[in-house]
């Protein structure tokens, strides 16, 4: 069973930075593309980037909005994937959402961020 | 502002046959699959069709999916009082370089 947990959530405040965790399971993750997605509170869902396997490349790729504050990484020997944010700000608010592959297939159940001051 | 349309809200009574519309363009949908998820508040997605229109194992029959030139549409046959949920399509956008998704349609069961 496919199995994504998320962890790393929080209250944080405007230009502070936030790492997210994503352990996968159930799955051969070195073959996976992993992305992430977030929901603003009340709002549709958003994709915010996904790296693909290494064996694809490793090529990252980032949704606009965040492009140059977040960073997406993978740790194969882990099966993890981190999502770090940098210079936060209040329109990040929401729940992060790890998935798979992209478009995903597989999601975790979220971690909520709240950017405020 | 999305860049593949959905009505914001849908309805219909138990029985009926519902259809939610996703409009894309020829960057997206027009040359890849589309996806379609529903979504209880407070709980995350869950695919119901994946590549236009397969379902995965556990999805029921009375949810389908269908894709045409940029745009796709997910059907709900029979339909029931736990449809009631958010339902949002997706696909790929070769311009952007990124996912994008549909804004959501809430679908009410009169």
């Known amino acids: ?117 | 502002q999305s860049v593949l349309t959905q009505p914001p809200s849908a309805s219909g009574t138990p029985g009926q046959r519902v259809t939610i519309s996703c409009s894309g363009s020829s960057s997206n949908i027009g040359v890849n699959y589309v996806y379609w998820y529903q979504q209880f508040p407070g709980t995350a997605p869950k695919v119901l069709i994946w590549r236009n229109n397969q379902r995965p194992p556990g999805v029921p029959d009375r949810f389908s999916g269908s894709k045409s030139g940029t745009s796709a549409s997910l059907t709900i046959s029979g339909l029931r009082s736990e449809d009631e949920a958010d339902y949002y399509c997706t696909a790929w956008d070769d311009s952007l370089r990124g996912a994008v998704f549909g804004g959501g349609t809430q679908l009410t069961v009169l």
């Open chain 1, 1 to 117: 069973e496919v199995q994504l947990v998320e962890s790393g959530g929080g209250l944080v405040k405007p230009g502070k930075s936030l790492r997210l965790s994503c352990a996968a399971s159930g799955f051969i993750f070195n073959d996976a593309w992993m992305s992430w997605v977030r929901q603003a509170p009340g709002k549709g869902l958003e994709w915010v980037g996904r790296i693909k396997s290494e064996t694809d490349g490793g090529t990252i790729a980032y949704a606009a909005p965040v492009k140059g504050r977040f960073t997406i990484s993978r740790d194969d020997s882990k099966n993890m994937v981190y999502l770090e944010m940098n210079s936060l700000q209040t329109d990040d608010t929401a729940v992060y959402f790890c998935a798979t592959p992209t478009p995903p297939r597989y999601w975790g159940q979220g971690t909520l961020v709240i950017v405020s001051s």
